[in-house]
């Protein structure tokens, strides 16, 4: 089959007289990954086709070719499936009409749960009920999709059904309780979106994600949700440099919310405002932020911590102390032994099924190994980051290790 994607991107780089090593470093990715997209016909995230076309000056096109072959591709693997989740011929208007109930929710939990389905077409509720079982089913078999394959694998169908969540959520047929249950759902699976789309590279998108996420959060009257939501555009801000922004999104969010917010959601929170603190030097909130981060962990399994924050855990406190002593010791030195204390005992207890967040504290570890002079172990850590960066296809994640390679190579050259 016709590849019109690798067809241009060989024109490309034979017209620019590019050799794929080079097209690999003006892309920020492996050179074992320019090569799959020229020979294996694979199709490259919407982030690295980006870099791909930026890298080759082709305004454009090689963006466009990528997205039309994912289509193509996905529409050939499951064209049932995407007219059930809401395209816009398909039956997924007509929202209260049973047949697409059903179709639905056969096509959504097939996916994990078919078994379950002669219990609840049976239960006489085929309505609301009915489709919020698929919805969620929907949901949680996408993450399950995303933890193996990367964001890259569902982005596509998570955006589709999401945007079908949102019909749902202002059909005006809606009683109060069912539109605060469809607010709930929508802020889930809008904030699901908005971690496939930064991780995939699109910072701007993502950011307006998040905020209609919260939105949503709200009208649920879920503070915790929100909370978290608005942590994560803080994460976003702090990426872009925006530490400012960062810091005040984090704390406005801890201090709207109160106790309000579950403990898991604040132990979060407290660990990410003192990342960004701790970019703006500012010591004494970082000391405190983390106090508290590491109080509030020992609180946070009360048997209903929220889905969205599961990943709560020892490990993902260590990991954003690392990433702030990694922050602080750029100016003050003696913080570096905390950061690489705090970042052997995450890599040493990391779980193996979260292997794309393992880039993240590969990443810092090579900058707090940079900090201390330990070039070589910071090169390895910064390999590692790459290696599995790439192999999750995680454009945010293959952008900041390629940064900490980028910085390891200038200190060499200065030495």
């Given at each position: 089959?016709?590849?019109?994607?690798?067809?241009?991107?060989?024109?490309?780089?034979?017209?620019?007289?590019?050799?794929?090593?080079?097209?690999?470093?003006?892309?920020?990715?492996?050179?074992?990954?320019?090569?799959?997209?020229?020979?294996?016909?694979?199709?490259?995230?919407?982030?690295?086709?980006?870099?791909?076309?930026?890298?080759?000056?082709?305004?454009?096109?090689?963006?466009?070719?990528?997205?039309?072959?994912?289509?193509?591709?996905?529409?050939?693997?499951?064209?049932?499936?995407?007219?059930?989740?809401?395209?816009?011929?398909?039956?997924?208007?007509?929202?209260?009409?049973?047949?697409?109930r059903r179709t639905f929710l056969h096509q959504s939990l097939g996916?994990?749960?078919?078994?379950?389905?002669p219990s609840l077409t049976e239960s006489g509720d085929a309505g609301?009920?009915?489709?919020?079982?698929?919805?969620?089913?929907?949901?949680?078999?996408?993450?399950?999709?995303?933890?193996?394959?990367?964001?890259?694998?569902?982005?596509?169908?998570?955006?589709t059904h999401h945007r079908q969540v949102l019909d749902d959520w202002?059909?005006?047929?809606?009683?109060?309780?069912?539109?605060?249950?469809?607010?709930?759902?929508?802020?889930?699976?809008?904030?699901?979106?908005?971690?496939?789309?930064?991780?995939?590279?699109?910072?701007?998108?993502?950011?307006?994600?998040?905020?209609?996420?919260?939105?949503?959060?709200?009208?649920?009257?879920?503070?915790?949700?929100?909370?978290?939501?608005?942590?994560?555009?803080?994460?976003?801000?702090?990426?872009?440099?925006?530490?400012?922004?960062?810091?005040?999104?984090?704390?406005?969010?801890?201090?709207?919310?109160?106790?309000?917010?579950?403990?898991?959601?604040?132990?979060?929170?407290?660990?990410?405002?003192?990342?960004?603190?701790?970019?703006?030097?500012?010591?004494?909130?970082?000391?405190?932020?983390?106090?508290?981060?590491?109080?509030?962990?020992?609180?946070?399994?009360?048997?209903?911590?929220?889905?969205?924050?599961?990943?709560?855990?020892?490990?993902?406190?260590?990991?954003?102390?690392?990433?702030?002593?990694?922050?602080?010791?750029?100016?003050?030195?003696?913080?570096?032994?905390?950061?690489?204390?705090?970042?052997?005992?995450?890599?040493?207890?990391?779980?193996?099924?979260?292997?794309?967040?393992?880039?993240?504290?590969?990443?810092?570890?090579?900058?707090?190994?940079?900090?201390?002079?330990?070039?070589?172990?910071?090169?390895?850590?910064?390999?590692?980051?790459?290696?599995?960066?790439?192999?999750?296809?995680?454009?945010?994640?293959?952008?900041?290790?390629?940064?900490?390679?980028?910085?390891?190579?200038?200190?060499?050259?200065?030495?």
């Open positions: 089959m016709p590849n019109p994607f690798a067809e241009e991107l060989e024109r490309l780089r034979l017209e620019g007289k590019m050799s794929v090593r080079e097209l690999a470093r003006r892309a920020h990715c492996g050179k074992s990954t320019v090569s799959d997209y020229l020979n294996v016909d694979k199709i490259p995230s919407p982030g690295i086709a980006r870099h791909l076309d930026n890298a080759l000056g082709a305004q454009g096109k090689l963006v466009q070719l990528a997205n039309e072959q994912r289509q193509l591709r996905q529409g050939e693997e499951a064209p049932h499936a995407a007219t059930a989740v809401g395209s816009p011929d398909g039956p997924a208007n007509t929202t209260g009409d049973d047949v697409w996916l994990v749960a078919g078994a379950a389905l609301h009920l009915e489709r919020m079982t698929a919805h969620r089913v929907l949901r949680a078999a996408h993450g399950v999709v995303d933890n193996l394959r990367g964001a890259q694998s569902v982005y596509q169908q998570a955006q202002r059909d005006p047929r809606n009683t109060i309780a069912e539109r605060k249950e469809l607010a709930a759902l929508s802020s889930d699976t809008g904030g699901f979106v908005g971690f496939l789309t930064y991780d995939l590279g699109m910072a701007e998108t993502a950011i307006r994600c998040y905020q209609e996420a919260a939105e949503a959060a709200l009208e649920a009257a879920d503070l915790s949700s929100w909370a978290n939501l608005r942590g994560q555009m803080s994460r976003i801000a702090a990426d872009q440099g925006h530490l400012i922004r960062a810091a005040d999104l984090a704390d406005h969010a801890l201090h709207r919310g109160g106790t309000h917010i579950h403990p898991a959601v604040r132990c979060w929170l407290h660990a990410v405002s003192a990342h960004h603190h701790a970019g703006l030097d500012d010591a004494h909130n970082v000391s405190a932020a983390l106090d508290e981060a590491w109080r509030l962990l020992g609180h946070c399994d009360d048997g209903e911590i929220p889905p969205y924050i599961g990943y709560i855990s020892p490990m993902e406190i260590g990991k954003w102390a690392g990433h702030t002593f990694v922050r602080l010791a750029t100016k003050r030195q003696q913080y570096t032994s905390h950061g690489i204390k705090a970042l052997e005992a995450a890599r040493a207890a990391w779980p193996r099924g979260a292997r794309r967040g393992s880039a993240e504290v590969f990443t810092a570890s090579a900058r707090v190994y940079l900090a201390s002079g330990e070039l070589d172990q910071a090169a390895r850590h910064a390999a590692d980051a790459v290696r599995i960066a790439t192999e999750t296809d995680s454009a945010r994640n293959l952008t900041a290790a390629f940064a900490a390679q980028s910085a390891i190579t200038t200190r060499r050259q200065r030495h």
